[in-house]
């Protein structure tokens, strides 16, 4: 079973939309998580960490469900600059290292 | 400016030989990492560092080789041996390892093997 997991998509959204992922992780042990952004053929860049009591940044928004394993991303009143692909990331407090979903591909539609 | 800088941007090589990928932090952290990420595919960890002059490998370290004489340097070195190499390469650096410290990417080599 993978780490991480991520509906891959794509989504196809118009703009002004709302559009949420999920992502599910397979160590209950985890005690850090984060939403990444990834444009074409660039390097991924910090979204937002997602704290235990959920977390808002402008249109974003990031919730952790610890008792079922999954960490969501909700975007309102989505523009065209969103699209992008957008990585969940899983961490343990200690030791070794960072744990990537595939990404979902997200496509603001004019 | 701090950040991370990787060199060369885009990269080809002949099959059979050994190729280095440059890798420079001036964010001052101690945990520097390598991925490699495929067409479709999420990043993959080949090797990590926590501290100067310590490494390990990550989940797809054969075929490649690190170093980390210097706290700001982690260069990758892609050997022959590695089968597949063509891919998009990333390196990152955190303040420290694991916990809540996010890691910054630098701007990543594509390596072409021809």
């Known amino acids: 079973r993978k780490e991480v997991e991520q509906d891959p998509g794509p989504f196809n959204v118009p703009e002004g939309a709302t559009v949420a992922f999920n992502c599910t992780y397979s160590?209950?042990?985890?005690?850090?998580f984060f939403w990444y952004r990834q444009d074409c053929r660039k390097e991924p860049k910090l979204l937002m960490s997602?704290?235990?009591s959920g977390n808002e940044d402008g249109r974003f928004t990031a919730q952790l469900n610890r008792a079922s394993q999954y960490i969501s991303l909700l975007i309102r009143d989505s523009k065209l600059s969103d699209s992008a692909t957008y990585l969940c990331v899983v961490a343990p407090n200690t030791g070794n290292q960072f744990y990537f979903g595939t990404g979902t591909s997200l496509t603001v539609i004019p | 400016d701090g950040g991370i800088t990787q060199s060369p941007k885009y990269l080809f090589r002949k099959e059979g030989q050994n190729v280095t990928l440059s890798c420079e932090q001036n964010l001052n952290h101690d945990a520097m990492y390598w991925y490699r990420q495929d067409p479709g595919q999420g990043l993959r960890l080949i090797y990590y560092s926590q501290i100067v002059n310590d490494f390990q490998k990550g989940d797809i370290a054969e075929g490649y080789s690190v170093s980390r004489e210097k706290k700001e340097s982690f260069p990758l070195t892609v050997t022959s041996a590695q089968k597949n190499p063509t891919a998009f390469y990333l390196c990152a650096s955190a303040r420290r390892q694991g916990g809540d410290n996010e890691q910054f990417f630098g701007p990543g080599t594509r390596l072409t093997v021809l």
């Open positions: 997602v704290y235990s």
């Open positions: 160590n209950s042990a985890s005690q850090s």
